[in-house]
């Protein structure tokens, strides 16, 4: 019944984090209730292992329907492996706890901006100038790779609002940019939680096969309806997201 559970939670965060990030929203808080007992980092190598299967799987379909500007991706994607790792291996030392806030904060400023700017992310217009589009691309990479390492819910959605806000992307080409450097994050993170035996094989691989379904689904679902379907559904989950960083923060304090 567990595995059930937890697959139906693996279908739903892959659907969600294909078109908006935020998948890890769902997969955590299902692992740390279907096993209590596990150690927090075998929790999050699970959710790694299974969120990395469902984005290989919505990055493919987006990189065969949009055009890409790997110029920008490629020196993002390879800042955000080591950093990644770093990252993962932070949480040994350091409390995620003492992050919250601010990530809260955050993640409100960035809802209040694209809610009452209403054509950000409309159109696709590329605004940053060749020579500085692979400095600030590693830039990125490296901070993204940091916090998905050793913390992780909301980096695809924090992603999106940088492609779409700084680099000048809409909805939909910033959610596939999104994917390639959040597929490195989560391979870098991985790849510590693997060698260091903190993955449950048993439930990583039904979650697996449930997030490369809903990853799927969700990636073709924001191909079909384009930018403005991507824009609301990134608010949605930015409104989810706020509020379960509120109630986890107030709960510690």
């Known amino acids: 019944m567990e595995f059930l559970i937890v697959g139906l939670l693996a279908f ?6 294909a078109a908006v990030g935020g998948g890890g929203l769902i997969q955590i808080p299902g692992l740390f209730a279907m096993f209590p007992a596990e150690l927090p980092a075998r929790i999050l190598g699970t959710n790694k292992f299974a969120s990395i299967c469902g984005t290989s799987i919505s ?3 987006y990189a065969r329907r949009v055009r890409l500007r790997w110029q ?16 993962a291996e932070a949480v040994r030392y350091l409390s995620r706890n003492a992050i ?15 809610f009452f700017n209403k054509s950000l992310g409309i159109d696709h217009r590329p605004r940053i100038a060749a020579r500085y589009e692979s400095l600030l691309a590693v830039a990125v990479g490296g901070v993204c790779g940091l916090y998905d390492g050793f913390f992780g819910p909301g980096t695809g959605a924090f992603l999106i609002f940088v492609f779409v806000r700084v680099f000048g992307y809409d909805f939909l080409h910033a959610s596939a940019s999104a994917k390639i450097i959040n597929w490195a994050t989560n391979f870098g993170a991985l790849a510590l939680f693997a060698l260091t035996g903190n993955v449950i094989w048993a439930a990583a691989l039904v979650m697996a096969a449930c997030n490369i ?5 969700g990636s073709h679902l924001a191909l079909k309806h384009g930018s403005g379907f ?10 989810v997201l ?7 923060t107030f709960q510690q304090s």
Do not use: E
């Open 100 to 114: 919250r806030p601010v990530i809260l904060i955050l993640l409100i400023l960035v809802a209040v901006y694209t």
């Open 72 to 87: 920008v991706l490629v020196p993002a994607f390879v800042a955000a492996l080591p950093a990644s790792w770093l990252g």
């Open 230 to 239: 991507v824009r609301a559904f990134f608010l949605f989950v930015l409104i």
């Open 12 to 17: 739903a965060a892959g659907f969600v984090d």
């Open 242 to 248: 706020i509020g379960k960083f509120a109630y986890d």
């Open 213 to 217: 379904a809903g990853g799927w689904t």
């Open 59 to 61: 990055m493919w379909n």
